[in-house]
């Protein structure tokens, strides 16, 4: 028997072969384990947490503050905060600004909602959408403008191309674009020098090819969706009764469009319009970050916002996630705050203080260092994330969360993988995976899917090392799930040394999770390679085994969480 709410092949629990299935015996006896390293988990946590405050502190006190990327803090506070990831603080230097922005943006348009006009919305929208992107990039958006009429005009010529050709050719040119946008700069020969404008209209806040990224993912689907309505092929609707999903989903019933059935509902092909396309390109809550939104899913929504019923119900919820983004900011400011790990781990200018904190430090330390590394990424993501989700959930335009889980609560590169920016792994799906032959081909396609991720983030080295780290993890960890996953291997589950090995195994795990990120996020390929090499000749083999041991309560307290999860029904496949 299927379940409506999943494919028609068998799907397995990407995280089965980690998780508890214990018989009634081993159950009360398990939960009580649990318990327990639930409380070491928190114990040690907060303790390494507090040392590592302290070693940052004390280092950068001994080199009197004066390390690139922190200002003077808040004065209930003391001290300094770090403010040397470019991206937060440009984004922290205008939040205020863009919170205001976003207020005027969904008053009006709930005004205009409320007189009932579709028309008079999309003008409202492509307005604001261009007024926003002329701010953040001035005249130079000529040059976006330019590139996305170039796009849409491969799909008035569809009939002379045919869907081979034009699927490569939408790929080929947003993939030039891509690239010849950052190695020129975003084409930094400005030719508007000849009109005599001003500063204020020839510099930019933001190059436009900043943004291209998410815009490239759109300029994608928009041809991608177009291509599946001219041949009349639906990706998905073959493999799911869409009707059962609008019956049984309680949400769906309620007059929202779940998140589920968004992915899998289509548009006519007269919405395929350029004035469309720049509404979807440039709708302000999802353009400076996301999530990633799909075009049919945009487009839909919009055309039916009378029938979607976001705006009417559920405002106990709206609220709920509005305090949760404060909670969020308040907790990135204090970490910030009394956490230096972004200008010691990531500022190329203070290569010289990664040093000193190494060779001043255990291995320990510096694999602590790098975890919280993580953790910083993973608040300034969450929370920008948030912001534009809550923004355009506002507006009445839903949206996939990204990170559905926290950062302490990941074990597996395939669930970290899935869960960290969901939106773009929903896209990745849709239009690498599957055209790709699925999971028919999936360690090819793998590879391909991670080497561009990689090239879509940045044209650096160390990213595609990142990548290729994290492909190469994947493999073996795919194989010893399924093979853990077969009906005559279930007996293992109840079995104590059992139990322990898979928390040891995941620990392992983690720790390459947190390599990765150095690799990836860190000082650069060439230091990381140097302080590797360093750490691997002063680390015995019992000290790695101490270190595994070290993450094993927390993989504990992560299997208590999945197993409350499959209890109540939770679904949460990552």
């Not at 009634?24 to 649990?34: D, G, H, L, P, S």
């Not at 996939?400 to 939106?423: A, D, L, T, V």
Request: proline share 1%; net charge positive; with cysteine.
């Amino acid at each position: 028997n299927i379940n409506f709410f999943t494919l028609k092949y068998k799907k397995v629990d990407i995280e089965d072969a980690f998780s508890y299935k214990p018989n009634a015996k081993t159950k009360k006896m398990i939960f009580f384990e649990y318990i327990f390293y639930s409380f070491i988990s928190f114990f040690l946590a907060l303790y390494y947490t507090i040392n590592l405050f302290k070693i940052c502190y004390d280092l950068a006190k001994r080199n009197n503050f004066k390390i690139s990327g922190l200002v003077e803090g808040y004065s209930f506070l003391g001290g300094y905060r770090d403010l040397s990831d470019f991206q937060w603080r440009y984004y922290r230097q205008n939040l205020s600004l863009l919170l205001i922005f976003a207020t005027i943006f969904v008053s009006v348009n709930k005004l205009i909602k409320f007189s009932g006009s579709l028309t008079v919305l999309k003008y409202s929208y492509l307005i604001f959408g261009l007024g926003y992107a002329f701010f953040l990039h001035r005249v130079k958006m000529v040059y976006l403008i330019i590139v996305l009429y170039i796009s849409f005009s491969l799909t008035r010529n569809y009939n002379l191309f045919g869907k081979k050709v034009f699927i490569s050719l939408t790929w080929i040119f947003c993939i030039l674009i891509k690239v010849t946008s950052e190695i020129y700069d975003g084409y930094s020969i400005n030719i508007f020098n000849i009109f005599n404008l001003s500063d204020f209209l020839r510099n930019p806040l933001l190059g436009w090819n900043s943004t291209f990224g998410l815009v490239m993912l759109k300029m994608i689907s928009y041809n991608m969706e177009y291509a599946n309505v001219a041949e009349k092929e639906f990706s998905y609707n073959n493999l799911i009764d869409m009707d059962k999903i609008m019956e049984h989903c309680k949400e769906c019933n309620k007059g929202k469009f779940c998140l589920r059935a968004l992915k899998y509902v289509y548009v006519k092909e007269s919405d395929f319009s350029f004035f469309n396309l720049l509404i979807y390109i440039f709708y302000p809550p999802f353009y400076f970050s996301g999530p990633t939104i799909m075009y049919h899913s945009f487009i839909f929504q919009l055309n039916h916002y009378k029938e979607n019923k976001h705006n009417d119900i559920f405002y106990s919820k709206k609220v709920f996630y509005f305090f949760r983004c404060v909670f969020i900011f308040v907790v990135f400011e204090i970490f910030n705050h009394f956490l230096y790990v972004n200008a010691i781990m990531t500022n190329k200018n203070n290569k010289w203080l990664f040093e000193e904190f190494r060779k001043n430090n255990s291995y320990f330390n510096l694999s602590y260092l790098a975890f919280n590394n993580l953790v910083f990424i993973y608040l300034k993501f969450s929370l920008i994330w948030k912001i534009a989700r809550y923004w355009g959930w506002m507006d009445g335009i839903y949206s996939e969360e990204n990170m559905n889980r926290c950062i302490y609560n990941n074990y597996s590169f395939e669930g970290f993988w899935r869960q960290w920016h969901r939106s773009y792994n929903i896209w990745i799906i849709r239009y690498i995976y599957v055209p790709l032959g699925g999971k028919e081909k999936k360690l090819i396609n793998s590879f391909i899917i991670f080497t561009f991720v990689a090239l879509w983030h940045d044209l650096r080295l160390n990213l595609l090392l990142w990548a290729w780290g994290i492909y190469i993890c994947l493999i073996p960890e795919i194989i010893i799930k399924s093979y853990f996953n077969r009906d005559n291997m279930q007996f293992l589950n109840d079995k104590i040394w059992f139990r322990y090995l898979r928390a040891w195994i995941c620990s392992i795990v983690i720790i390459l999770m947190i390599t990765a990120n150095l690799i990836g996020f860190g000082i650069g390929n060439t230091e990381l390679v140097d302080a590797l090499f360093s750490i691997l000749k002063e680390t015995t083999f019992m000290r790695f085994i101490q270190m595994s041991i070290f993450y094993a309560p927390f993989t504990f307290f992560m299997f208590f969480i999945r197993d409350y999860e499959k209890n109540n029904g939770i679904k949460n496949n990552f």
